[in-house]
């Protein structure tokens, strides 16, 4: 099963601390390259899910979003009475002994070590959570990856099928193209013999046995064809596998088509060049 390196997905969690989403996006890219956007408090989270990334993918941009969002009174000020109480009184003391000294506003009291309180969520428990819903997230991902992979696939098969089409198209037109070679190599003989040149006789005779052997171009062909829909079948990275084997089939769709001498053959090669230009275009996506 093939797996295309574009997908999205997206999952929110909900607690009394407050609520957190992740957004993961990934597009095609020759080689894995994350990249991440966190809030402050939750930086230190990039290198683990750098790692999930790593062990569970190993082609695409992928971008991902983290947002954290504290709930209503999640923060909150509180005053330490106690230590408010131990404060006044070691100033009561100081102004029994120092009468004229100055004695601390409100807002100096608060500024006191101990004496405002912070109430914050627990960052481990957020962490966790966050951890915890990353790994979710990136569940739905390559789900996501293994359908739009589905649907690649179906793609790349319709035009395998075109492909198989214009193979046996050039099969079927062999006794039309053999009867050409036949007409040519008869009129490049006379020219040759008229000619009394033996070397180019032979250069002939071994250019045109060249020019009229296809066979092998499409034994090629289908013999490719027959490996791309293995590898479609195939599980783990096949992209640059998938990649290689369109250079080939180009490679004989190129051939076939300089050897071609009637018109039917130069259009079975030009729309195999087609197919097998919409087949790349497509396995650029696949992982």
């Known amino acids: 099963m093939v797996h295309s390196m574009t997908a999205f997905a997206r999952q929110a969690r909900e607690s009394d601390w407050g609520s957190l989403q992740i957004e993961l996006r990934s597009v095609n890219q020759r080689y894995l390259e994350p990249h991440f956007r966190l809030p402050d408090s939750l930086r230190d989270l990039e290198p683990v899910f750098r790692e999930a990334l790593r062990q569970r993918l190993a082609r695409g941009k992928v971008e991902c979003t983290l947002r954290f969002e504290p709930a209503s009174g ?10 408010l109480a131990e404060v006044a009184r070691a100033l009561g003391e100081v102004r029994t002994v120092v009468p004229d000294a100055v004695m601390p506003n ?3 009291l608060l500024d006191h070590p101990g004496i405002l309180e912070s109430h914050e969520p627990d960052p481990e428990s957020v962490k966790a959570e966050a951890t915890t819903l990353f790994q979710a997230t990136l569940d739905d991902l390559l789900a996501g990856r293994a359908r739009e992979g ?3 696939a179906t793609l790349i098969r319709e035009r395998l099928d075109g492909v198989n089409t214009q193979v046996a198209e050039v099969r079927r037109l062999l006794p039309e ?6 007409v040519l190599l008869l009129e490049r003989l006379d020219t040759a013999k008229a000619e009394l040149d033996p070397q180019r006789l032979e250069a002939e005779l071994v250019l045109l046995a060249q020019k009229a052997d296809v066979d092998e171009e499409l034994d090629r062909l289908a013999t490719h064809v027959a490996e791309v829909e293995r590898q479609l079948r195939q599980k783990g990275q096949v992209g640059r596998r998938l990649d290689f084997l369109m250079q080939e089939l180009n490679r004989e769709a190129n051939t076939l088509s300089s050897k071609a001498v009637v018109a039917s053959t130069t259009r079975c090669a030009v729309e195999l060049k087609v197919l097998i ?8 996506n696949i992982e």
């Open 150 to 152: 589905e649907k690649l």
């Open 277 to 284: 230009e919409q087949m790349r275009e497509q396995i650029q």
């Open 106 to 108: 409100a807002l100096a």
């Open 74 to 83: 999640a923060t909150s000020l509180a005053i330490n009475h106690e230590r």
């Open 177 to 182: 193209i053999l009867q050409r070679q036949r």
